[in-house]
Nanobody
């Protein structure tokens, strides 16, 4: 059984930083991992993706230059994905999720096309 376990999140003032972590177990063949967020009353949006094989990344315009998706450069690092969030803004307040899939074309996948999801963690940014 595939599980994605998230850690990190919390509350921070505008301009601050947080790092989210997501560790997968039960299956290690995911081609693509991503980070998503959903604010109250809004649809879940993809904010960052990473293609396992090449390490290539893609970002939503709203977070480009502020957020970084990455994997640790260690053995079995492909089971873990991070989201480093810098220069946080109140508009970044949302529930954040990690997800993974074995589908190809990582950087074009929508949220609905990801198969396995973490439990979610709240990020609150105060002004």
């Amino acid at each position: 059984q595939v599980q994605l376990v998230m850690s990190g999140g919390g509350s921070v003032e505008a301009g601050g930083s947080l790092r989210l972590s997501c560790v997968a177990s039960g299956y290690t063949g995911h081609y693509c991992s991503g980070w998503f967020r959903q604010a109250p009353g809004k649809e879940r949006e993809v904010i960052a993706r990473i293609f396992t094989a090449s390490g290539s990344t893609s970002y939503a315009e709203s977070v480009k230059g502020r957020f970084t998706i990455s994997r640790p450069n260690v053995p079995n690092g492909k089971n873990t994905v991070y989201l480093q969030m810098n220069s946080l803004e109140p508009e970044d307040t949302a529930m954040y999720y990690c997800a993974a899939t074995s589908k190809p074309y990582c950087h074009t996948l929508s949220a609905q096309e990801f198969d396995n999801w973490g439990q979610g963690t709240q990020v609150t940014v105060s002004s």
